[in-house]
């Protein structure tokens, strides 16, 4: 597997009900950063994303935003980024850091953060990309969702190799190990 030159991170636009999740995302943002790894993300100040950026760029981090004309306008756009883009609609805009990055983390988030992760692992799953993805499990954000995720294996509706193609892990240094040891799962998605 090519080395992660830019991560895509996924996060949610509020703060969350924990102190936490701000915490862990700046951390992310400065862990991607000392390793020297540029950021890709949507380009705004709120909430995690905004977290996540700042920690970025707080250890001199590359961090590109990809932000859409409504937000823009709306003025969410971080102003301390090393650069940044805006797009028509969040399709292009989604396109776009799919293809910048390397590899693509999802912290907590909405329904928005969920869908972009879901797309790039449904990539990785279809073999249109071939990106190590995962997920950043703060406070076990995401344990009800990797539930579901064993309830579509048991119900026959995905093989379980494809459980684990992605990166599940609560710490920085251990997600962003795992993604850099990422191989491609192979298994069909047809049982």
Do not use: D, F, K
């Given at each position: 597997m090519a080395p992660i030159t830019c991560i895509a991170v996924y996060s949610g636009s509020n703060f969350g009900a924990r102190p936490d999740y701000a915490r862990a995302a700046e951390a992310l943002g400065r862990a991607i950063a000392a390793r020297g790894i540029g950021i890709v993300y949507g380009g705004t100040h709120k909430g995690l994303m905004g977290a996540m950026a700042d920690g970025a760029l707080a250890e001199g981090g590359a961090?590109?935003?990809?932000?859409?004309?409504?937000?823009?306008?709306k003025g969410h756009m971080h102003e301390g980024l090393t650069s940044i883009e805006i797009l028509p609609t969040m399709g292009a805009r989604k396109a776009r850091m799919i293809a910048r990055a390397d590899a693509f983390v999802a912290l907590p988030g909405?329904?928005?953060t969920l869908e972009e992760f879901m797309e790039v692992w449904t990539l990785n799953q279809l073999g249109e990309i071939t990106k190590p993805a995962g997920l950043f499990n703060i406070n076990d954000y995401f344990g009800r969702f990797m539930g579901f995720i064993d309830h579509m294996i048991d119900e026959q509706f995905l093989p379980p190799a494809h459980r684990h193609s992605i990166v599940v892990e609560a710490g920085?240094?251990?997600l962003l190990d795992g993604l850099a040891a990422h191989v491609p799962v192979t298994v069909p998605k047809w049982l």
């Open positions: 961090i590109h935003g990809v932000l859409t004309e409504r937000l823009h306008a909405g329904i928005g920085t240094e251990a």
